[in-house]
């Protein structure tokens, strides 16, 4: 086990003096794999931002439910009994015909319009709030709701809501897609390094398998190689992301500000920006791993 430890630490002191000896190749290539990581781990911030900003807008599923005319108060008040039980719904709040006429006359604009009128004409209406977004569960609720006697009209405000999850939907796919794209370049720029390493030191992996090395002795420095590669690439990319949402930020202050809000776009949570330099690592391990495949068979001993 210990023999085992060393070994690995020595290939990790290794890989870190390459890296050292090489620093505008390492600084070029972990800016490369850096930008690669930051534009779709910039996209998954700012489509997380804007999930948040949409949940804290209270974008949850609400229905408006206007009576008849002459549906009776006791009518309304059963009802409304039946929405509070109705597992589907957050709340239902009643609009008596009186208050929603209040309002109406306290709108800008419209007092002597109203006062012109000889009646109400506003009926009695229940602003419903369901638990879910999901549009199948507000258009079922709203169906069932047509159906009732006392009911006149009911307005399901569903479109936007299909709007919303078919972008965040195409935004997520998207993002997955750029991800997957870059990921391969991240891969090829990894493996060119590794490839570029091991014709450098071809003679000395020639000597080391006269020696007797194995080839998990030969390959490992590499692997650690692309790894560190791939973390350095990460940091970089982490580093772009912050410096572009401090950027952005000051722009959104001033435009949040007016709205009366405090949003800002935020930074990658901790377990995210580990995900990240996971990823990354990942990526430059495999990279490592397909060009020490193909091109250390190729070197024997002569």
Do not use: C
């Amino acid at each position: 086990m210990r023999a085992w430890l060393r070994h690995h630490r020595r290939a990790l002191g290794g890989a870190l003096a390459k890296l050292a000896a090489q620093k505008p190749a390492a600084i070029l290539n972990a800016l490369v794999i850096g930008i690669a990581l930051a534009l779709p781990a910039g996209g998954y911030a700012l489509l997380g931002s804007v999930q948040g900003l949409a949940q804290h807008a209270s974008l949850e599923g609400q229905l408006s439910v206007f009576l008849r005319p002459e549906a009776a108060r006791p009518e309304a008040e059963a009802l409304g009994g039946r929405l509070k039980r109705d597992a589907r719904v957050r709340e239902a709040r009643f609009v008596p015909r009186e208050q929603a006429l209040r309002e109406l006359q306290a709108t800008e604009g419209l007092a002597e319009v109203v006062a012109a009128l000889n009646r109400n004409p506003l009926p009695d209406a229940f602003v419903v709030r369901l638990r879910s977004a999901d549009p199948a569960v507000l258009e079922a609720l709203a169906q069932e709701l047509r159906a009732e006697q006392a009911v006149a009209h009911v307005q399901a405000d569903s479109a936007w809501l299909r709007r919303l999850r078919a972008l965040a939907d195409t935004a997520r796919l998207a993002i997955a897609l750029l991800a997957t794209l870059l990921a391969f370049g991240m891969v090829a720029v990894t493996f060119n390094t590794i490839r570029l390493q091991i014709l450098t030191q071809r003679d000395e992996i020639e000597i080391a398998k006269l020696l007797g090395a194995t080839d998990g002795f030969i390959r490992r420095p590499f692997y650690y190689l692309g790894g560190l590669q791939g973390v350095a690439g990460g940091i970089v990319g982490l580093g772009i992301l912050w410096g572009s949402l401090v950027l952005l930020n000051t722009g959104v202050a001033p435009l949040a500000d007016s709205y009366g809000s405090s949003f800002r776009l935020p930074f990658l949570s901790a377990g995210d920006a580990f995900a990240v330099l996971l990823f990354s690592a990942l990526l430059g391990w495999f990279g490592a791993y397909m060009s020490v495949s193909r091109y250390l068979l190729e070197i024997e001993p002569k």
